[in-house]
């Protein structure tokens, strides 16, 4: 009551709320911070007056004040999710995963508090985790949080063993997974390997070696990299073979009757093998004949075989 015009200003704890000029009030959605003291200021020209205090206390329903958010995480490591509310305890919780409600275990833990642990994390724990809150008033669920699992590098098939000849050109290939952009790193024997001449591909998933030589044999691995870990390959062994050649032709020789001969011949290759003919059939070492699977083949008369010629000589 009073004399028009009228002005009104609605404060709270004593501090004038802005744009709150009516002589009502209504307040919606009500957060902790609105919680205190209201009081009414009327003014007109000949004077103000203030109303009885309102007070409301701190609020009894549950609200969420800050949402638990999203992670990243490698694989093997631990993450925790973490939910903040306002109103009046005490509140209940009840985390879930992709919607399904969570019980701890070794894997989870804290899956009915505020806060919740994944431990020891794994690829199929990658998703959309989320907490429902409930007190005596109400219930609220929280907005999803999203858990990306980050995958060291790893090889998910090895390089194998390779055999070319000489001249050819031979591959090494390895298959890798993981989060993110991979890096290859081949090494011959702990050497890195780089890109020219005849190598092609020393940082990719394949590894060319063109018109291999004796000296590329060896041992090759690849290192597999990302921002999260390396994997080393098992050790892939190229051995590269030269076809044979005879580089020097046994010699045709005469000795007389009783005494010992001998052939030889020179050859180069890989892996080398030897056998010696007589008139086209396989020799094999006996008492006269030595060295039919090497390179020199000796061939001698038996002593008893010389004595009988020579008995039968005599008569």
């Known amino acids: 009551m009073g004399s028009p015009p009228l002005q009104y200003q609605w404060r709270l704890n004593g501090a004038p709320l802005p744009l709150q000029t009516n002589n009502w009030l209504a307040l919606t959605s009500l957060v902790a911070d609105q919680a205190g003291s209201y009081d009414l200021v009327v ?36 993450v925790t999710f973490t939910v903040g509310m306002y109103g009046a305890p005490p509140f209940s919780y009840r985390w879930y995963f992709n919607g399904s409600a969570l019980t701890d275990d070794s894997h989870f ?53 390779q055999s070319v000849l000489v001249n050819s050109n031979a591959a090494f290939t390895v298959s890798a997974a ?15 390997l780089n890109n020219g001449g005849r190598i092609a591909g020393a940082t990719s998933p394949t590894l060319t070696i063109s018109g291999a030589q004796t000296n590329d044999t060896g041992a090759y691995q690849v290192i597999v990299s990302n921002t999260y870990g390396t994997a080393t390959s098992s050790v892939a062994v190229l ?41 086209s059939t396989p020799l094999a070492d006996d008492a006269r004949i030595s060295g039919s699977a ?18 039968g000589h005599r008569q």
């Open 109 to 161: 833990s804290g899956a009915a508090t505020s806060s919740l642990t994944v431990s020891n994390i794994q690829i199929a724990d990658g998703g959309a985790y989320s907490v429902a809150i409930t007190n005596a008033s109400n219930a609220v669920t929280s907005a999803p949080a999203t858990l990306t699992v980050l995958v060291p590098a790893g090889i998910t098939t090895q390089p194998t063993n």
């Open 294 to 311: 090497t390179p020199s083949l000796g061939h001698s008369e038996r002593s008893g075989d010389r004595r009988r010629r020579l008995l």
């Open 43 to 78: 003014t007109n020209t000949s004077g103000a007056v203030t109303s009885r205090v309102a007070v409301i206390s701190a609020l009894p329903w549950a609200t969420i004040a800050a949402q638990p958010t999203n992670q990243a995480a490698v694989v093997g490591t631990n």
């Open 178 to 192: 993981g989060t993110g952009t991979l890096g290859y790193r081949w090494a011959k024997s702990g050497t890195n």
């Open 239 to 279: 051995t590269v073979y030269v076809p044979v050649k005879i580089t020097a032709q046994p010699s045709s020789t005469a000795v007389l009757i009783g005494s010992n001969a001998s052939f030889a011949v020179g050859a180069s290759g890989t892996s080398l093998a030897y056998q010696w003919f007589l008139n």
